[in-house]
């Protein structure tokens, strides 16, 4: 074929145009070969393979912004984290999600790309864009998250979907979470059909987080869900672990034989301190830890409890994701009042740290 040359210098890139103009065809073809379109308009094999000679041949690499300006999709997935994602002690959390997310990625054709808000704080917005916009559509996750960004990126109408139980103010937006209350729930009748009578929640930190507020409503559905009366103690929330003994104390006094503990660090603590005093888990006390390991030592101890199931978690997402950027090729919402969420079942750990309630 005949070829007309194309500068070449550290300042000029080959263009669409001048790719169709060395395959010898029209620039709207070389755009479907890049898009892999060719259902839509039938392109020849041996057209599409000169176009792809020429492609390799000049270096050619298409532009993924522009792409995106040009509505088509590039296959890639943005995951931001509103928290350093690979220091040690942020391991155990995220990454299983982060395997989740990979795994299905990849098994359904999209590249990832992670946005980790170089300097300063995380964030979405800086110098009034978002840098998410190089990818189709994000994945996000993170304990402490904030807010009004995830709002404004709501507002852009840019798709993403949120890993984890999160309440906006206005329309929701699309999320997948661990499906707590219900674990929870389950966890608390089993301390009730083990003959506990009077059994209380106990939490470090804040109380107002959606993970958190999910648990409670679990621990509280049990004590309203029996036929007989069930006497549930207080819902303790402490400031730090110092408060351990004077929780401890508070139990013994209030004749509680049961614990939901939210945090295992906490699991943890009320362990060390009831040795100390002579007690025995779940001989004295029983002990439910509802699956947040963050800070945890590992004690060794087999706790009975659920397992958050962050692979899973992370694998619908990707597809929730990946299903909403389709619905939107076919001009359907994708966020707004309809906005989607799905619940995945946490796995519950028998566990050897809860028992029978015993004369003593």
């Not at 049961?258 to 004295?284: H, T």
């Not at 199931?309 to 309809?338: H, K, S």
Request: charged content about 25%; hydrophobic content about 40%.
């Amino acid at each position: 074929m005949s070829r007309s040359p194309v500068p070449r210098g550290p300042a000029r890139r080959p263009t669409q145009a001048d790719i169709a103009r060395l395959a010898g065809v029209s620039q709207a073809t070389v755009s479907l070969v890049l898009n892999e379109r060719e259902s839509e308009v039938r392109i020849s094999p041996a057209t599409r393979d000169r176009v792809l000679a020429a492609m390799r041949e000049w270096g050619y690499v298409a532009n993924p912004s522009a792409r995106s300006l040009a509505g088509g999709r590039n296959r890639i997935l943005g995951v931001h984290t509103f928290e350093p994602v690979f220091p040690t002690k942020s391991a155990d959390f995220y990454f299983p999600f982060l395997v989740g997310i990979e795994q299905e990625a990849a098994d359904l054709g999209h590249d990832l790309l992670l946005f980790t808000s170089a300097g300063g704080e995380r964030q979405i917005f800086r110098d009034g864009s978002s840098r998410l916009s190089l990818a189709d559509g994000a994945l996000l996750l993170g304990r402490n998250p904030n807010v009004e960004e995830i709002e404004r990126l709501r507002d852009s109408g840019y798709p993403f979907v949120y890993i984890g139980h999160r309440e906006v103010s206005g329309p929701p937006i699309p999320y997948v979470a661990a499906d707590y209350a219900s674990a929870t729930q389950q966890l608390t009748e089993r301390l009730f059909a083990l003959g506990h009578r009077r059994v209380a929640y106990a939490r470090i930190g804040d109380g107002d987080a959606q993970p958190s507020r999910d648990r409670e409503k679990g621990f509280r559905r049990a004590a309203s869900s029996g036929e007989t009366r069930r006497l549930t103690g207080p819902v303790w929330t402490l400031e730090s672990a110092e408060d351990v003994p004077g929780l401890l104390a508070e139990i013994r006094h209030g004749g509680i034989t049961g614990i939901v503990a939210e945090q295992q660090i906490l699991a943890e603590e009320i362990l060390a301190y009831a040795r100390g005093q002579g007690l025995s888990i779940p001989g004295d006390l029983s002990v439910v830890v509802l699956g947040d390991s963050a800070g945890a030592t590992q004690t060794g101890m087999d706790w009975t409890g659920l397992i958050v199931p962050r692979e899973e978690m992370g694998r619908q997402a990707t597809r929730l994701l990946v299903q909403l950027l389709e619905d939107r090729a076919d001009d359907e919402a994708v966020t707004g009042a309809g906005a989607p969420h799905e619940s995945v079942e946490c796995v519950l750990a028998d566990g050897a740290t809860v028992g029978p309630v015993t004369a003593s």
